[in-house]
């Protein structure tokens, strides 16, 4: 019997005026894995990223998280059902440390409100005290701890995308959308970063989809990769059958620039085997 998928995407739309960003996607997001989400430029990947996630509701189709109806439900919301989304620019506060950064995550602190704040003070105390051992042990496990009581906005940028995910970590997350995870990233971070959706997949469950261009990257992380273009799902598959994939080369490329390709391969090839006959025939004069 088929495991019910974490994410289901039901012919979902979303249209901006005669713009049709995202046109009746569907597609499944498998408990458990790392599934990556590729496509040229305005095939529709952020904004249904955007729909998952909450910031906009859909104009057509519906979205279920473990077969619960999500759709049009507010960030917050699904914040609460353990679904949670990075971004490709980071946004962190700027002023307050690594440390203050992951502490301020988890919601419904009990100081937030004017009654906590005022006779909570135990309570408070001892709900900061479990933060920050929370927050140390994040930093530990993202090898952050070097630069834990720095400002989050001294940070190098692959910094910030480990933060971005420790965030994550604070609440436990079920399904984090990482988008473009490794824009900006020097290739030692990109593989701390890596090291970290691998390990928080295989040894605390998190399931995981992701928008990312590197197709290096993506190979090593994910299957399956599903790709997008027009707005629609256009086929999916490990990364090694999307590379070789003719639509998806087409997509990329366009028919155009294929075309182009194509015959200076053969233009190319014959011109290797004129000059590797004629140094035949030379041969057996």
Request: net charge neutral; glycine share 10%.
């Amino acid at each position: 019997m088929k495991a019910q998928p974490m994410i289901s995407i039901d012919n979902v739309s979303m249209h901006f005026g005669g713009i049709r960003a995202v046109d009746g996607a569907s597609l499944e997001i498998a408990k458990g894995s790392i599934t990556g989400l590729v496509g040229p430029n305005g095939a529709g990947k952020t904004t249904l990223f955007n729909m998952i996630a909450g910031a906009y509701k859909p104009t057509a189709g519906r979205i279920l998280l473990n077969g619960e109806d999500i759709t049009g439900l507010k960030p917050h919301q699904l914040f609460e059902k353990g679904l949670l989304r990075t971004f490709q620019i980071a946004h962190e506060f700027s002023s307050l440390s690594v440390l203050n950064n992951l502490m301020m995550v988890p919601d419904q602190q009990y100081g937030e409100s004017l009654f906590g704040a005022l006779f909570g003070t135990t309570r408070i105390r001892d709900e900061e005290a479990a933060n920050l051992k929370k927050a140390e042990e994040v930093v530990d496990f993202l090898g952050l701890k070097h630069v834990k009581h720095e400002a989050a906005g001294n940070l190098s940028g692959g910094q910030k995308k480990l933060l971005e995910l420790g965030r994550t970590m604070m609440v436990d997350a079920k399904l984090v959308l990482l988008d473009e995870v490794g824009a900006g990233v020097n290739r030692t971070l990109l593989k701390s970063i890596g090291d970290a959706i691998q390990r928080l997949n295989t040894e605390r469950g998190y399931t995981f989809c992701m928008i990312e261009h590197d197709m290096d990257f993506i190979s090593r992380l994910c299957d399956p990769v599903i790709v997008m273009a027009k707005g629609a799902v256009l086929t999916q598959g490990s990364a090694d059958e999307i590379k070789s994939n003719q639509d998806v080369i087409e997509a990329y490329l366009g028919t155009g620039l294929k075309n182009r390709l194509t015959n200076n391969d053969t233009k190319q090839q014959t011109q290797t085997d004129t000059a590797t006959n004629t140094k035949a025939a030379r041969g057996r004069k």
